[in-house]
């Protein structure tokens, strides 16, 4: 790689998160060790399919400007959030948690440590597309703080749904702070 990576181990303020059940989860910055771990996540949460396959995460985990943070919950992978940064922004290229650790917060938590990073990357929004349909991902954005923005229409290539664009300055996100399970 003709240039060091943007982002670095010590950016991740916090590396445990603490479970409904009180058990902890583990974050950390993937490498391509954790490539099929994206995958299996994807699967879990899409019935089966990985909309972003292994050709693509893999680009992106070796990407200059790309990170993912990925949870573990003793060795199972539960979480992940894809990241692309952007001139100003911090974009949300996928977020997922599998079904049964869904509700702990984990999202919420991933989003806060990719915004924590971004701002040390002097990045000043968060962004992200989400489909129109998906009324939980809207609902979970909403909540945080997330506006909604322009409609993308026949934006997603598989069946020509819309997309909605959503963003929240970073100073925002730092102020919800209903997520307090964090180590
Ligand atoms: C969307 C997703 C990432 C949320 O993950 P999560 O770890 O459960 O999210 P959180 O626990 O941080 O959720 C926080 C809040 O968001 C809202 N929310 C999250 N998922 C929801 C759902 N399925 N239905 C309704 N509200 C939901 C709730 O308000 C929730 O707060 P509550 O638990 O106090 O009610 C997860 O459901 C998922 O992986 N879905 C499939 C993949 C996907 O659609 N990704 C988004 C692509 S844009």
């Keep these: 790689m003709l240039f060091p990576p943007l ?20 974050v950390h910055f993937a490498t391509e060790a ?10 879990e949460c899409y019935d089966g399919q990985a909309p972003w396959g292994r050709i693509a995460v893999h680009s992106e985990l070796n990407k200059r400007t790309s990170f993912f ?3 573990h919950h003793i060795g199972l992978p539960i979480a992940f959030i894809g990241v692309s940064l952007r001139h100003e922004s ?12 869904q509700k702990h917060g984990l999202a919420t938590f991933l989003m806060q440590m990719a915004a924590a990073v971004g701002k040390q990357l002097d990045r000043t929004m968060m962004t992200l597309e989400v489909r129109m349909s998906n009324e939980g991902a809207k ?3 909403r909540k945080i ?3 909604d923005g322009r409609i993308k229409r026949n934006y997603y290539h598989n069946n ?3 997309a909605l664009d959503m963003s929240i300055s970073l100073d ?12």
């Design 172 to 183: 925002k996100l730092d102020e919800y702070h209903d997520v307090q399970q964090v180590k």
């Design 34 to 43: 954790d490539l099929e771990a994206i995958i299996q996540i994807q699967r």
């Design 69 to 71: 943070l990925i949870c």
């Design 90 to 101: 911090v974009h949300v290229t996928n977020i997922a948690t599998i079904p049964a650790y």
């Design 7 to 26: 982002i670095d181990k010590s950016m991740l303020s916090q590396t445990q998160f603490i479970l409904r059940n009180n058990e902890i989860a583990e």
């Design 139 to 141: 609902r979970l954005y």
């Design 160 to 162: 020509g749904e819309d």
């Design 145 to 147: 703080g997330f506006q």
